[in-house]
Each structure stands twice: as C-alpha cells, then as structure tokens.
C-alpha cells in the first residue's frame, strides 16, 4: 500500500472519531471495529520499528566482529612471519606466498633523467 493510501485512511480515521452520532448498518465498520483496527496497525508498526531497530544493531555487532576478527587474523600473520620467517612453510600454510617464491623485480630499463618527453637529450 502506498504511503499516500495509508495516509489517507488515517486521516479518515481521524475525521470519523469527529463524527458523534456515526451507526453503521454494518457492525463490521462500526468505530469500535475501526479503532481495533486502527490500533493493531499501530502496533504492527510499532513491532516493524523495533525489528528494524534489532536487525540495524545485530548487523553492527556482526561488522565490528568481522572487523575485529580480521585484525587478528593479520597480527597472526605477521606474528607466523616474524616467528617463522619470511620463507616458512608455516608462512605458506596460512596462504601467504614464501619470499622464494615472490617474482623478483626486473631490473627494467628507466628513461634517464635528463632526456626530454619527446626522447631527445635536453
């Protein structure tokens, strides 16, 4: 239902409490029978609010213990480096490449410093 809609009916709702002598010929719309109904929307909403409320609160402690949890997970990889040593195997255990096994850098030719952009010597 749009928000417009429930908007509407409630201010139906409203303006039918202004109404003293209303007899519906139908019990069912009677204002006691509006009211009940009135009521129990205001209490699902009300639930809706506090189920919103747990969910946002629930996801913020599920965060901050991820967060946490990664934190130590990285103190727990250096502290595997520093015990072990760069090239352990317990260093690869947890996943994490051995330095004898890191591609070393080529030794790439640098432009010189003192040519210009379009390659000649400035």
Same mark, same amino acid.
């Given at each position: 239902?749009?928000?417009?809609?429930?908007?509407?009916?409630?201010?139906?709702?409203?303006?039918?409490?202004?109404?003293?002598?209303?007899?519906?010929?139908?019990?069912?719309?009677?204002?006691?029978?509006?009211?009940?109904?009135?009521?129990?929307?205001?209490?699902?909403?009300?639930?809706?609010?506090?189920?919103?409320?747990?969910?946002?609160?629930?996801?913020?402690?599920?965060?901050?213990?991820?967060?946490?949890?990664?934190?130590?997970?990285?103190?727990?990889?250096?502290?595997?480096?520093?015990?072990?040593?760069?090239?352990?195997?317990?260093?690869?255990?947890? +996943?994490?490449?051995?330095?004898?096994?890191?591609?070393?850098? +080529?030794?790439?030719?640098?432009?010189?410093?003192?040519?210009?952009?379009?390659?000649?010597?400035?």
């Amino acid at each position: 239902m749009s928000p417009q809609h429930l908007k509407a009916d409630e201010d139906t709702y409203r303006a039918l409490k202004g109404i003293p002598h209303y007899q519906p010929y139908k019990d069912d719309y009677s204002f006691p029978a509006v009211s009940a109904a009135y009521d129990k929307l205001n209490a699902a909403h009300e639930a809706e609010l506090h189920a919103r409320n747990t969910h946002a609160a629930t996801r913020d402690a599920l965060i901050t213990a991820q967060h946490d949890f990664h934190e130590l997970i990285l103190g727990v990889k250096n502290q595997v480096k520093a015990i072990y040593g760069p090239d352990s195997d317990e260093l690869a255990a947890l +996943g994490l490449k051995k330095r004898s096994e890191r591609k070393g850098r +080529g030794k790439g030719t640098r432009p010189s410093a003192n040519k210009s952009s379009d390659g000649t010597d400035a």
